[in-house]
């Protein structure tokens, strides 16, 4: 199993970036998927959730109508749309089955908002 996360960056407050997850090495199609987020001096935490084929959708209360995520299941890739960012958002982002497989966390992609 493995997942690389890429499409982080450094970005003004009020920007976008759309972040992007490559898995591998399970039937991906048939899994939940989540983005995580670790904050500096925090814990990882669950952003997003999204089920197997789509939907529903489940998102943390801090970015709820802020962020975006989808999944294209032919090409095993998950996607989080990210708008109206804000310093706090700032954290490493990671990707992962909805249920995490501890021992698979990728190396995240850094997103850091700040002016």
């Known amino acids: 199993v493995q997942f690389v996360e890429s499409g982080g960056g450094l970005v003004q407050p009020g920007g976008s970036l759309r972040l992007s997850c490559a898995a591998s090495?399970?039937?991906?199609?048939?899994?939940?998927m989540s983005w995580f987020r670790q904050c500096p001096g925090k814990e990882r935490e669950v952003v997003a959730r999204?089920?197997?084929?789509?939907?529903?959708?489940h998102y943390a209360d801090s970015v709820k109508g802020r962020f975006t995520i989808s999944r294209d299941n032919r090409n095993n890739t998950m996607y989080l749309q990210m708008n109206s960012l804000k310093p706090e958002d700032t954290a490493v982002y990671y990707c992962?089955?909805?249920?995490?497989?501890?021992?698979?966390w990728g190396q995240g992609t850094q997103v850091t908002v700040s002016s």
């Open positions: 992962n089955s909805g249920d995490p497989w501890e021992d698979s």
């Open positions: 090495g399970f039937p991906f199609s048939s899994y939940a």
């Open positions: 999204i089920n197997w084929y789509g939907g529903p959708t």
